[in-house]
């Protein structure tokens, strides 16, 4: 299984500002993912970032609010834009596996904003 | 709207015991299953994957497949405190490569 790193692992931050999430992974992987997952729920998926290309964005998330950039097989970053507390939430990036469909995830990062 | 559905719980069971999750989804073009735990304040992690109908073994873990039901399930035998944790059924979406989650299943495994 691939192994992934997350950077930052948490941040408070103030309403307006932007935060950038760094996702790393060990071996190069064509799709890498990124979710959200708010207390006590499960996880949604914003958006699906392939190398080389524009993330794809689920209904409900926009580029806007949340770009992504894909500058290749190991690397991802996720930008929560003019936050609001709204956003406070955890951001899970995962990465595509061996097997069909299989997903890995990194370690979070647990977002407050105040 | 593809759907997964997943009973709430949470589901109480005492140590050495079988623990049965359940998991049901809506897109009959779905192809891959598969059943991730999430301890609290951490991140899911892959337990099990399944893509045929039928049984998957590995350790005390059991998968089923029943692709005509839409249904598949997670089995833990001989359950453990240590597995106390949610459990997230997820599914691909047709031939796309996202995957759906259903709400999680918490369980408890009472000493």
């Known amino acids: 299984s691939a192994v992934i790193s997350q950077k930052p692992s948490r941040d408070i931050c103030q309403r307006g500002t932007s935060l950038t999430i760094q996702c790393q992974v060990d071996s190069q992987v064509t799709m890498m993912f990124w979710y959200r997952q708010q207390p006590g729920q499960s996880l949604t998926l914003i958006a699906t970032?392939?190398?080389?290309?524009?993330?794809?964005?689920e209904s409900g998330f926009v580029i806007d609010k949340f770009p992504i950039s894909r500058p290749n097989l190991t690397f991802s970053t996720l930008t929560v834009s003019n936050m609001s507390p709204e956003d406070s939430s955890i951001y899970l990036c995962?990465?595509?596996?061996?097997?069909?469909?299989?997903?890995?995830f990194g370690p979070g990062t647990r977002l407050t904003v105040t | 709207q593809k759907e997964v559905e997943q009973n709430s719980g949470p589901l109480s069971v005492p140590e050495g015991a079988i623990a049965s999750l359940n998991c049901t989804y809506s897109?009959?073009?779905?192809?891959?299953f598969f059943w991730y735990r999430q301890y609290s304040g951490k991140s899911p992690e892959l337990i099990m994957s399944i893509y045929s109908n039928g049984d998957k073994e590995d350790g005390r873990f059991t998968a089923q497949l029943n692709k005509a039901s839409q249904y598949v399930s997670l089995l833990i035998r001989d359950s453990q405190p240590s597995d106390s944790a949610t459990y997230l059924c997820a599914v691909n979406s047709g031939s796309a490569r996202q995957l759906t989650f259903g709400s999680g299943t918490q369980l408890t495994v009472l000493p």
């Open positions: 970032a392939n190398q080389g290309s524009e993330a794809t964005y």
């Open positions: 897109d009959r073009g779905s192809q891959s």
């Open positions: 995962s990465a595509e596996g061996q097997g069909l469909n299989e997903q890995y």
